[in-house]
T-cell receptor
Framework: EAGVTQFPSHSVIEKGQTVTLRCDPI?????LYWYRRVMGKEIKFLLH????????ESGMPNNRFLAERTGGTYSTLKVQPAELEDSGVYFC????????????FGQGTRLTVV | TQLLEQSPQFLSIQEGENLTVYCNSS?????LQWYRQEPGEGPVLLVT?????EVKKLKRLTFQFGDARKDSSLHITAAQTGDTGLYLC?????????????FGAGTQVVVTP
């Protein structure tokens, strides 16, 4: 069974450009989470989807970040326009159904804004 | 914000030695998870502890959850070079989903031959 996969693995963009990150969760997992780790800081929660609905987006930094999960399958996280402080590693995780189920993480996308 | 503090930040030991990593918070978590992360990879779940006072063993790794569910420890016995990695603790805030996590900053463990 395939794990959580993220694309691209690395992205280098200029300040002001747009970048879209993609996450494919484990098949059948209703819950999808986005996290981010910026340099020197801990991994921080961004938002949580249950199927196609945003359950909790309390961790989203600002309105330059837009997350979608069309049809409750894969998810995208778009940053527009990107700023220098958006640099970091973006992780996606998924978990199965409701209840006390652990989340499995993807390998992350390293975003560098120059 | 519920802070999870991990200590030490960095630990270097020789093969065969024992080590303990601590994870402390002033807040109660419904569950606490330990992950290990390798460079260029995402965190990989090692264990979840739920009940106060719970002890779980995974081969040479022993995980303990404090009685008050605010702190946890990871003990590795007779460390091997393959134990090298970044160890992360993460507390679940919700009772209905363990995927929304508060992470500690991590402890980098280096085991030398």
């Amino acid at each position: 069974e395939a794990g959580v996969t993220q694309f691209p693995s690395h992205s280098v963009i200029e300040k002001g450009q747009t970048v879209t990150l993609r996450c494919d969760p484990i098949s059948g997992h209703d819950n999808l989470y986005w996290y981010r780790r910026v340099m020197g800081k801990e991994i921080k929660f961004l938002l949580h989807f249950v199927k196609e609905s945003k359950q909790d987006e309390s961790g989203m930094p600002n309105n330059r970040f837009l997350a979608e999960r069309t049809g409750g399958t894969y998810s995208t996280l778009k940053v527009q326009p990107a700023e220098l402080e958006d640099s970091g590693v973006y992780f996606c995780a998924s978990s199965q159904g409701q209840g006390r189920t652990e989340a499995f993480f993807g390998q992350g996308t390293r975003l560098t804004v120059v | 914000t519920q802070l999870l503090e991990q200590s030490p930040q960095f630990l270097s030991i020789q093969e065969g030695e024992n080590l303990t990593v601590y994870c402390n918070s002033s807040s109660v978590f419904s569950s606490l998870q330990w992950y290990r992360q390798e460079p260029g990879e995402g965190p990989v779940l090692l264990v979840t502890v739920v009940t106060g006072g719970e002890v779980k063993k995974l081969k040479r790794l022993t995980f303990q959850f404090g009685d008050a569910r605010k702190d946890s420890s990871l003990h590795i016995t007779a460390a091997q070079t393959g134990d090298t990695g970044l160890y992360l603790c993460a507390g679940a805030r919700g009772t209905d989903s363990w995927g929304k996590l508060q992470f500690g900053a991590g402890t980098q463990v280096v085991v030398t031959p």
